[in-house]
């Protein structure tokens, strides 16, 4: 081989060589980017598929804060001294203070108590709200600890119980929470909390783990709101409930011009006119406006607040158009209870609502099995079937103005008769 031939063939395989030093230098950092991008991609996904689902805002699943500072009595700030202090230290119910700004620039403070919701809205409005400065404690006799939320996690979504009509309920059911019991206080009624400031207030909402009354206390350092059970408070409680509301709409006439909702809303605001003015009885209302309530918050709301009584007012249908008349749906798991029970307060329903809406009279009917509010509900319980849409002339009784106010008149007389009865069976 000559000395050409070699310097050419050495030429030949270094650029053989230096070909596939580039192709490399090209290829694999390529591969190395690719890999890493495949395995960050991995990660990803595998952190989305172990990540809980980001669940709705509600009053289930509230944005929380920690608006609660863990303290003891001893370190809060002047409230030693109160006369509020040594019914709050003597007590086992729960208190939320507001520490008073100096110089009295003090917000106006507004409760608003959601009791179907369980729930209860604390409003500092004025000049000053936006801006305040003050602490906000909360205490249980000599427990004074923060809010320590539990993390929720959802529960099945419940079955649709259908209400006593032969036309199926409009229900949208929308998931509940199942919240973790707080083991170290395990008697902190307070589930959540979410503290919202805007120009012109703040608003402190809290969650219950069920319905509590409110009552407001105030001295010079302080705005004390406590929460106490309802029977500490009333000796006499009724719940009203109109059913269905908002998107579930009950029974309706046959041109849809009337819907079941709004007859028993109307019914109930007439007889909310006379019961408010019952002194000696504290009436709740399971709703007051076209909204829409599970039937899970209408008899907890009876049951959270240990009510004497619960009565549900409704319309009926029927496929016969010729069907007419009143009737009392009752809880007859209860006729085993000595003394009041719920059959006796439908009779009591049936026959003074018939005296005052003047249509025939059909009865008293066992349905604690297919509905869910006469089922559960743990006190005399009466759903009231005023009349039959579906029927010409029972329609036209229940859209009148003057009717509806009859209707209400004797559901107020059976309200009345029923604690009557109780008084008796008591003594």
Same mark, same amino acid.
């Given at each position: 081989?000559?000395?050409?031939?070699?310097?050419?063939?050495?030429? !030949?395989?270094?650029?053989?060589?230096?070909?596939?030093?580039? /192709?490399?230098?090209?290829?694999?950092?390529?591969?190395?980017?690719?890999?890493?991008?495949?395995?960050?991609?991995?990660?990803?996904?595998?952190?989305?598929?172990?990540?809980?689902?980001?669940?709705? !805002?509600?009053?289930?699943?509230?944005?929380?804060?920690?608006?609660?500072?863990?303290?003891?009595?001893?370190?809060?700030?002047?409230?030693?001294? #109160?006369?509020?202090?040594?019914?709050?230290?003597?007590?086992?119910?729960?208190?939320?203070?507001?520490?008073?700004?100096?110089?009295?620039?003090?917000?106006?403070?507004?409760?608003?108590?959601?009791?179907?919701?369980?729930?209860?809205?604390?409003?500092?409005?004025?000049? #000053?709200?936006?801006?305040?400065?003050?602490?906000?404690?909360?205490?249980?006799?000599?427990? @004074?600890?923060?809010?320590?939320?539990?993390?929720?996690?959802?529960?099945?979504?419940?079955?649709?119980?259908?209400?006593?009509?032969?036309?199926?309920?409009?229900?949208?059911?929308?998931?509940? /929470?199942?919240?973790?019991?707080?083991?170290?206080?395990?008697?902190?009624?307070?589930?959540?909390?979410? @503290?919202?400031?805007?120009?012109?207030?703040?608003?402190?909402?809290?969650?219950?783990?069920?319905?509590?009354?409110?009552?407001?206390?105030?001295?010079?350092?302080?705005?004390?709101?406590?929460?106490?059970?309802?029977?500490?408070?009333?000796?006499?409680?009724?719940?009203?409930?109109?059913?269905?509301?908002?998107?579930?709409?009950?029974?309706?006439?046959?041109?849809?011009?009337?819907?079941?909702?709004?007859?028993?809303?109307?019914?109930?605001?007439?007889?909310?006119?006379?019961?408010?003015?019952?002194?000696? !009885?504290?009436?709740?209302?399971?709703?007051?406006?076209?909204?829409? /309530?599970?039937?899970?918050?209408?008899?907890? /709301?009876?049951?959270?607040?240990?009510?004497?009584?619960?009565?549900?007012?409704?319309? &009926?249908?029927?496929?016969?158009?010729?069907?007419?008349?009143?009737?009392?749906?009752? &809880?007859?798991?209860?006729?085993?209870?000595?003394?009041?029970?719920?059959?006796?307060?439908?009779?009591?329903?049936?026959?003074?609502?018939?005296?005052?809406?003047? @249509?025939?009279?059909?009865?008293?009917?066992?349905?604690?099995?297919?509905?869910?509010?006469?089922?559960?509900?743990?006190?005399?319980?009466?759903?009231?079937?005023?009349?039959?849409?579906?029927?010409?002339?029972?329609?036209?009784?229940?859209?009148?103005?003057?009717?509806?106010?009859?209707?209400?008149?004797?559901?107020?007389?059976?309200?009345?008769?029923?604690?009557?009865? @109780?008084?008796?069976?008591?003594?």
């Amino acid at each position: 081989m000559t000395g050409n031939e070699r310097l050419k063939k050495i030429a !030949i395989l270094s650029g053989i060589v230096l070909f596939i030093m580039a /192709l490399l230098s090209l290829t694999v950092p390529e591969n190395q980017f690719w890999k890493q991008e495949k395995d960050i991609k991995n990660e990803q996904d595998e952190q989305q598929l172990n990540q809980e689902p980001t669940l709705p !805002i509600s009053p289930t699943n509230p944005e929380t804060i920690p608006v609660f500072p863990t303290d003891v009595w001893s370190k809060i700030p002047k409230v030693a001294g #109160s006369i509020v202090y040594e019914e709050l230290r003597n007590s086992d119910y729960t208190a939320i203070l507001f520490e008073k700004e100096p110089l009295g620039k003090n917000p106006n403070i507004i409760l608003e108590d959601l009791a179907v919701d369980r729930c209860i809205k604390i409003t500092l409005e004025g000049s #000053s709200a936006s801006s305040y400065n003050g602490k906000i404690y909360r205490v249980r006799g000599l427990e @004074l600890f923060q809010n320590q939320i539990p993390t929720p996690s959802p529960s099945p979504i419940p079955t649709p119980t259908k209400e006593a009509s032969t036309i199926t309920p409009t229900l949208t059911i929308t998931p509940t /929470l199942t919240v973790t019991p707080i083991p170290s206080i395990p008697s902190d009624p307070i589930i959540s909390a979410s @503290l919202q400031t805007d120009e012109l207030s703040t608003v402190l909402t809290i969650w219950l783990d069920r319905t509590y009354v409110y009552e407001q206390r105030e001295d010079e350092f302080y705005y004390y709101v406590l929460l106490r059970r309802p029977k500490d408070i009333y000796s006499k409680i009724v719940v009203i409930d109109a059913g269905h509301g908002g998107r579930d709409s009950g029974t309706y006439s046959k041109d849809y011009s009337y819907w079941e909702k709004d007859i028993n809303l109307n019914v109930l605001l007439e007889l909310k006119k006379l019961l408010d003015a019952q002194e000696e !009885i504290k009436v709740y209302y399971t709703r007051t406006e076209d909204r829409r /309530l599970t039937l899970n918050q209408r008899v907890n /709301l009876a049951n959270d607040l240990e009510a004497d009584l619960f009565l549900s007012i409704h319309c &009926n249908s029927n496929p016969s158009t010729s069907v007419h008349g009143t009737e009392v749906l009752f &809880n007859e798991k209860q006729d085993s209870i000595q003394g009041f029970n719920s059959r006796k307060f439908a009779l009591i329903c049936a026959e003074e609502v018939c005296a005052q809406f003047g @249509l025939t009279n059909r009865g008293i009917i066992p349905r604690s099995s297919n509905v869910h509010i006469i089922g559960a509900a743990k006190m005399p319980v009466a759903l009231i079937e005023m009349a039959y849409m579906t029927n010409r002339s029972d329609l036209k009784v229940l859209v009148n103005p003057e009717r509806q106010s009859a209707a209400a008149l004797g559901i107020y007389h059976a309200v009345l008769k029923a604690y009557e009865q @109780l008084k008796m069976e008591e003594s």
